[in-house]
């Protein structure tokens, strides 16, 4: 079955940083952009980071430009976010997202997310 499995989320200083990754199973992953998503309490969950197939275009929200850099490993089936310069306002629960469109219909798969706290 689809499986999407986000690692790396922890408790973080302001200034530090940390990878996020996201193991995909079960599922062709080199077919599908992948996402990174976050929800912080309280707010709507939104997206962070966005990569296509290749790995040959990426895009960011304005809030990370130049803090966060996306990648990804079609021979490992897995995306990561290096998150760099963590500010308070990055604490949330982040989510890996898969999508493709195929045939006039989205295809989405989510992770479970997981924790980043950026706490001094």
């Known amino acids: 079955q689809v499986q999407l499995v986000e690692s790396g989320g922890g408790l973080v200083q302001p200034g530090g940083s940390l990878r996020l990754s996201c193991a995909a199973s079960?599922?062709?992953?080199?077919?599908?952009?992948m996402n990174w998503y976050r929800q912080a309490p309280g707010k709507e969950r939104e997206l962070v980071a966005a990569?296509?197939?290749?790995?040959?275009?990426?895009n960011y929200a304005d809030s990370v430009k130049g803090r966060f850099t996306i990648s990804r490993d079609n021979a490992k089936n897995t995306v990561y976010l290096r998150m760099n310069s963590l500010k308070p306002e990055d604490t949330a629960v982040y989510y890996c997202?898969?999508?493709?469109?195929?045939?006039?219909?989205?295809?989405?798969?989510w992770g479970q997310g997981t924790q980043v706290t950026v706490s001094s």
């Open positions: 990569i296509t197939t290749t790995g040959g275009s990426t």
């Open positions: 997202n898969a999508r493709r469109f195929i045939l006039g219909n989205w295809y989405n798969f």
């Open positions: 079960g599922f062709t992953f080199s077919n599908y952009a």
